[in-house]
C-alpha cells in the first residue's frame, strides 16, 4: 500500500504487508540495482478488469503525496516537482520535497515508517523503512552542507547507520562558499569519511521517469525527523513502554506545523526554542559527566560528579516537563504565560500636552441624516463642553492610536477592515453608534492579538468584532480593566482572555466561533460575566490554575450567562494533579492532562485535603490543624435569578463549578501557608494570605455542552 508520505504501509508488527497479486507476479531473485518502479508502491495500478471493478476504492485510497498514480503506465513520468538548484544555479536539479504538508508528513510516520514502535526501537524500524523504499544503489545526488554542495553517486546503503558509500562524479560538478575546493581536495575528503556520508546530507538528483520519487521522499522524512521530531535524549527515557509516536511524535508535528502557519504566540516560540537549547547543552553536560564517571571507584570527586550529575539530570528533567507541556496544544498556554504574556505594543501617552478632549468620529461614508442624529443624540448631549475638540477618521485603529487619556471614539455604521492589532495603553471609551451588527470591525493580517488593553480602564461597546488568524485572542486583556458591553465577538483562533492582575467586565455580550476557549481566566485575575451568550467553541470558559503556590484562583463572578452548544465542556478547571501541586514529579501519563469524568454531569468533588462549600453556604473554614485558611466569599445566588421555567438539569453546573472552584482554593491556600513557614517568610506575606477569594455563580444556563456543564482538567 502507498503511503500518503511516501513508502510501503507495516502492518502492526512492522511487517511489510502481502503484495497485490494481481499487480505483479511476484519475482524470486528481484534484481537491488533495477531502475524499473515498484509497482507495488502504486496502490491503484493494476489492470483494466481491476480498474473498473474497483474505481471507486482507488478513488478514496489515492496516496496524497502526490506519487501514487502514474498517468500512462507505458509513460512513467515523477509526480514531484522540480526544487530551485542549490547556489548560483550550475549544479543539477533536486527533488522538491520540503513542501510537504502536516497530514502527508504525519501518516508517513505513523503508517510507515515508526507505527507504534517504543523509544528504543526507533532506530530499528527507521531502518526497516528505509530499506523497503530507498535505492540501494546506482543514483546521484548533491551532498548538501553549510560549506559546500557537490554532485556524487551513490553505490551503496548501510540503512542501519543511516549513511551512504559514494563516490564523486567527474568531472567536478561542486559549488563551495568562503572556500576553494579541487577535486583532488573532495577525493581527500571522501577518503578521510571512507567515502560514507549521511543520508541526511544527500538531496537526490530530480529524474523525470519517477524511479526516485520514493527515495527522495525517504530522505525527506528521515531529514525533518532528525531535525524537528528526535531529541537526543528520547531513547534513554527510563519509560519506554509508550508509544512513541502518540507522545512525541504527533505533538511535536503539530507545533511545527502550528508555529509553520502562525498559530503560536512570537513569546511563546522563543520560549520553546530557548527551553530546548538549554535542555540540549544540560544533556550533553550530563552525559559527558556521566561518561566519566567509573562504576567501581569511591573516591571523593567521583562522589562530587554524582551529585552534580543529579542536580543535572533534575534539572533536564524539569526542562523536558516544560517541552512537553508547550507541546501538548491544550497545555501550551499554561506554562508560556508567564514568559510571554506579551511586549507592550504601545506605551501610554497620558493627558493631552495641550489639554482638552478630544471626540474621534469613525466613519466610512457620511450622509447629512447620519451626521444629524449623531449630532442630536450623541455629540450634543455629552460633549458639547468647551474641552472637547471633534476630529473625523475612517479607520478605527487610526482613531485608536491618535487618542489621549480620557478621549472618546465613536464609530459610526460600517465595514471596517484593519490590517494591524489594536493596542489600547490609554483609559479611553470605544463605542459604537447603532447596533453591533451594523458595526463591523475584521482583522484580516495575522498577529499575535486583535485587541490588546493595558490601560487602568478601558470601556468598548455596541461593537462587532471578526477575527482572523489572531494567535493570542480576539481580546486580551494584558493590563488595568476591560468593561465590554452589547459587544458581539466572532472569534476564528482564541476567545477573549484575561491576564494576571488584570480585569474584565463583559456584560451582555454573544461570543462564539473559538477554537479554543471562549473565555480564558489566568490566575490572579477579576472576571465578571454578566448575561453573556458563549457558544459553538471549543470549551465556554477556561479557568486557569498553576502549580505555583504564589498563584491564587481569580475573582469570579458568573451571572445569567447561557453557555451552549461548545464542543468540550461548558466551564473548565485547568489544574495540576496533586503531585504536582506538591512539588512532587507527576506521572508520565498525567503531563498529557487528565480529565475528571465526574463533573461531566455537574457533579460536586472535594479538594483532597480540602473542604467543599455547601449548598448556597460559604466554605468551610477549616482546612487542617496546621494552618488557618483564609477567608472564601460565596455569594448565594438568589431564588429569583433562576426563573422556574428553566429546567433544573440546565442550571446544575453552578453550584458544582462554586464548590471546585472553593475547594481548590482552599487546598492552594493551604500549600501557600506551608511553603511560607518552610522559607520562614510567614510575616512578610500575611497580607499576601489574607486576601479574599470571591466567587459569585448563579443564574447561568449549561446547554447541550459536547462533554457537560463543567469539568477539570489535570496536568
Known amino acids: 500500500m502507498m503511503s500518503e508520505g511516501g513508502g510501503l504501509c507495516l502492518s502492526e508488527g512492522g511487517e511489510l504487508p502481502r503484495l497485490v497479486?494481481?499487480?505483479?507476479?511476484?519475482?524470486?531473485?528481484?534484481?537491488?540495482?533495477?531502475?524499473?518502479?515498484?509497482?507495488?508502491?502504486?496502490?491503484?495500478?493494476?489492470?483494466?478488469?481491476?480498474?473498473?471493478?474497483?474505481?471507486?476504492?482507488?478513488?478514496?485510497?489515492?496516496?496524497?503525496?502526490?506519487?501514487?498514480?502514474?498517468?500512462?503506465?507505458?509513460?512513467?513520468?515523477?509526480?514531484?516537482?522540480?526544487?530551485?538548484?542549490?547556489?548560483?544555479?550550475?549544479?543539477?536539479?533536486?527533488?522538491?520535497?520540503?513542501?510537504?504538508?502536516?497530514?502527508?508528513?504525519?501518516?508517513?510516520?505513523?503508517?510507515?515508517?515508526?507505527?507504534?514502535?517504543?523509544?528504543?526501537?526507533?532506530?530499528?524500524?527507521?531502518?526497516?523503512?528505509?530499506?523497503?523504499?530507498?535505492?540501494?544503489?546506482?543514483?546521484?545526488?548533491?551532498?548538501?552542507?553549510?560549506?559546500?554542495?557537490?554532485?556524487?553517486?551513490?553505490?551503496?546503503?548501510?540503512?542501519?547507520?543511516?549513511?551512504?558509500?559514494?563516490?564523486?562524479?567527474?568531472p567536478l560538478q561542486c559549488e563551495a562558499r568562503g572556500c576553494d575546493l579541487t577535486e583532488e581536495a573532495m577525493k581527500t575528503l571522501l577518503e578521510a569519511t571512507m567515502n560514507k556520508?549521511?543520508?541526511?546530507?544527500?538531496?537526490?538528483?530530480?529524474?523525470?521517469?519517477?524511479?526516485?520519487?520514493?527515495?527522495?521522499?525517504?530522505?525527506?522524512?528521515?531529514?525533518?525527523?532528525?531535525?524537528?521530531?528526535?531529541?537526543?535524549?528520547?531513547?534513554?527515557?527510563?519509560?519506554?513502554?509508550?508509544?512513541?509516536?502518540?507522545?512525541?511524535?504527533?505533538?511535536?508535528?503539530?507545533?511545527?506545523?502550528?508555529?509553520?502557519?502562525?498559530?503560536?504566540?512570537?513569546?511563546?516560540?522563543?520560549?520553546?526554542?530557548?527551553?530546548?537549547?538549554?535542555?540540549?547543552?544540560?544533556?550533553?553536560?550530563?552525559?559527558?559527566?556521566?561518561?566519566?564517571?567509573?562504576?567501581?571507584?569511591?573516591?571523593?570527586?567521583?562522589?562530587?560528579?554524582?551529585?552534580?550529575?543529579?542536580?543535572?539530570?533534575?534539572?533536564?528533567?524539569?526542562?523536558?516537563?516544560?517541552?512537553?507541556?508547550?507541546?501538548?496544544?491544550?497545555?501550551?498556554?499554561?506554562?508560556?504565560?508567564?514568559?510571554?504574556?506579551?511586549?507592550?505594543?504601545?506605551?501610554?501617552?497620558?493627558?493631552?500636552?495641550?489639554?482638552?478632549?478630544?471626540?474621534?468620529?469613525?466613519?466610512?461614508?457620511?450622509?447629512?441624516?447620519?451626521?444629524?442624529?449623531?449630532?442630536m443624540e450623541k455629540l450634543l448631549p455629552l460633549y458639547s463642553g468647551k474641552e472637547f475638540e471633534v476630529q473625523f477618521h475612517s479607520d478605527p485603529s487610526v482613531a485608536v492610536s491618535s487618542c489621549y487619556e480620557g478621549d472618546v471614539v465613536i464609530i459610526c455604521p460600517g465595514h471596517y477592515t484593519v490590517t494591524n492589532s489594536i493596542s489600547i495603553a490609554d483609559s479611553i471609551q470605544v463605542e459604537g453608534y447603532g447596533l453591533p451588527d451594523e458595526i463591523v470591525i475584521e482583522k484580516r493580517n495575522k498577529g499575535d492579538t486583535f485587541v490588546e488593553t493595558t490601560a487602568p480602564d478601558v470601556k468598548i461597546s455596541n461593537l462587532k468584532f471578526i477575527q482572523h488568524d489572531a494567535i493570542e485572542g480576539i481580546m486580551c486583556v494584558r493590563q488595568g480593566k476591560l468593561e465590554m458591553e452589547n459587544c458581539v465577538l466572532q472569534c476564528e483562533t482564541t476567545g477573549v482572555i484575561v491576564r494576571t492582575s488584570a480585569q474584565l467586565v463583559m456584560n451582555m455580550c454573544d461570543l462564539y466561533g473559538s477554537k479554543g476557549a471562549g473565555v480564558e481566566i489566568y490566575p490572579g485575575s477579576v472576571c465578571s460575566l454578566v448575561g453573556n451568550g458563549i457558544h459553538h467553541c471549543k470549551e465556554g470558559i477556561l479557568i486557569k490554575d498553576f502549580a505555583d503556590a504564589l498563584d491564587v484562583l481569580p475573582q469570579i463572578t458568573m451571572v445569567n450567562n447561557v453557555i451552549h452548544n461548545n464542543e468540550g465542556y461548558g466551564v473548565i478547571l485547568v489544574k495540576p494533579d496533586a503531585r504536582a501541586a506538591e512539588g512532587q514529579p507527576a506521572d508520565a501519563q498525567s503531563t498529557g492532562g487528565e480529565m475528571e469524568e465526574e463533573h461531566k454531569e455537574g457533579g460536586a468533588t472535594e479538594a483532597e485535603g480540602g473542604a467543599t462549600e455547601g449548598e448556597g453556604g460559604p466554605a468551610a473554614s477549616e482546612a487542617g490543624s496546621d494552618c488557618d485558611v483564609p477567608t472564601i466569599v460565596v455569594e448565594e445566588s438568589p431564588a429569583e435569578a433562576q426563573p422556574s421555567s428553566v429546567p433544573p438539569e440546565f442550571t446544575e453546573g453552578n453550584d458544582a463549578i462554586k464548590r471546585e472552584l472553593v475547594a481548590t482554593s482552599v487546598t492552594k491556600r493551604r500549600l501557600q501557608k506551608r511553603r511560607m513557614k518552610e522559607l520562614g517568610a510567614m510575616q512578610a506575606d500575611e497580607n499576601l494570605l489574607s486576601q479574599e477569594m470571591f466567587v459569585s455563580i448563579h443564574g447561568n444556563q449549561f446547554r447541550r455542552n459536547g462533554m457537560g456543564s463543567f469539568g477539570t482538567f489535570l496536568y
Open 21 to 170: 497479486e494481481d499487480q505483479q507476479p511476484a519475482q524470486s531473485d528481484p534484481e537491488p540495482a533495477s531502475k524499473t518502479p515498484p509497482r507495488e508502491l502504486f496502490q491503484n495500478e493494476g489492470g483494466e478488469d481491476d480498474a473498473d471493478e474497483e474505481g471507486d476504492e482507488d478513488d478514496d485510497g489515492e496516496d496524497d503525496s502526490g506519487t501514487d498514480v502514474l498517468s500512462n503506465e507505458e509513460k512513467p513520468c515523477t509526480h514531484l516537482e522540480r526544487a530551485e538548484p542549490f547556489g548560483s544555479g550550475g549544479l543539477p536539479h533536486v527533488f522538491q520535497t520540503s513542501h510537504l504538508v502536516f497530514y502527508e508528513r504525519f501518516k508517513a510516520y505513523q503508517d510507515y515508517m515508526l507505527g507504534d514502535c517504543k523509544p528504543s526501537e526507533v532506530k530499528d524500524f527507521t531502518a526497516d523503512y528505509l530499506e523497503k523504499v530507498v535505492e540501494p544503489c546506482d543514483w546521484q545526488a548533491l551532498w548538501h552542507t553549510d560549506v559546500f554542495d557537490v554532485l556524487i553517486e551513490v553505490e551503496d546503503v548501510d540503512y542501519k547507520e543511516l549513511r551512504a558509500k559514494v563516490e564523486l562524479v567527474v
Open 197 to 375: 556520508v549521511s543520508l541526511q546530507e544527500l538531496h537526490v538528483v530530480y529524474d523525470e521517469s519517477g524511479d526516485f520519487d520514493q527515495t527522495a521522499l525517504a530522505l525527506e522524512h528521515l531529514r525533518f525527523f532528525y531535525k524537528h521530531i528526535w531529541r537526543q535524549w528520547d531513547e534513554e527515557d527510563e519509560d519506554d513502554e509508550f508509544d512513541y509516536f502518540v507522545r512525541c511524535v504527533e505533538p511535536r508535528l503539530r507545533l511545527y506545523y502550528d508555529i509553520l502557519e502562525d498559530r503560536v504566540p512570537t513569546g511563546l516560540v522563543e520560549e520553546y526554542h530557548s527551553v530546548l537549547q538549554r535542555c540540549s547543552q544540560t544533556f550533553r553536560e550530563f552525559s559527558s559527566l556521566r561518561n566519566g564517571l567509573s562504576s567501581d571507584s569511591e573516591s571523593e570527586l567521583d562522589n562530587v560528579s554524582m551529585v552534580e550529575g543529579l542536580r543535572m539530570y533534575e534539572q533536564m528533567e524539569a526542562l523536558k516537563r516544560k517541552l512537553r507541556i508547550i507541546e501538548n496544544p491544550l497545555l501550551r498556554y499554561v506554562l508560556g504565560y508567564r514568559m510571554n504574556c506579551g511586549q507592550l505594543s504601545c506605551s501610554a501617552k497620558g493627558e493631552r500636552p495641550g489639554g482638552g478632549r478630544v471626540v474621534h468620529v469613525v466613519s466610512s461614508s457620511s450622509s447629512v441624516q447620519l451626521l444629524h442624529g449623531l449630532m
